[in-house]
């Protein structure tokens, strides 16, 4: 059974900076596209960053040059380092994993099979 359990939420003033984790397991590793989203109630979930086979990741407009995915050895844990934050940065987030895909990673949240139960990050102004 794959399981994922993010954690690093916090309240943070606009400008600051804080890394999610997302512990993976009950899967090895071989290449899945593996995601973060966040999502805002009332609003659809947004995709952020995917990262494929060849380790190449592939960001949104909302949060390029600011975020930034990473791993440790065999994806059993992902990172979202986030910086420059802004209140509009406020959500729950989640990391997902789709099982079919290795290539052509996309960030659509209906590709994926597995997500978390997300972690809360708040910015205030």
């Known amino acids: 059974q794959v399981q994922l359990a993010e954690s690093g939420g916090d309240s943070v003033r606009a400008g600051g900076s804080l890394t999610l984790s997302c512990a993976t397991s009950?899967?090895?590793?071989?290449?899945?596209?593996v995601a973060w989203f966040r999502q805002v109630p009332g609003k659809e979930r947004e995709g952020l960053v995917v990262r494929s086979r060849n380790g190449v990741d592939y960001y949104s407009d909302s949060v390029k040059g600011r975020f930034t995915f990473s791993q440790d050895n065999n994806m059993k844990t992902v990172y979202l380092q986030m910086n420059s934050l802004k209140p509009e940065d406020t959500a729950m987030y989640y990391c997902?994993?789709?099982?079919?895909?290795?290539?052509?990673?996309?960030?659509?949240?209906?590709?994926?099979?597995?997500w978390g139960q997300g972690t809360q990050v708040t910015v205030s102004s």
């Open positions: 997902a994993v789709d099982m079919q895909r290795e290539w052509n990673c996309l960030l659509e949240s209906q590709e994926y099979d597995y």
């Open positions: 009950g899967f090895i590793y071989t290449g899945e596209c």
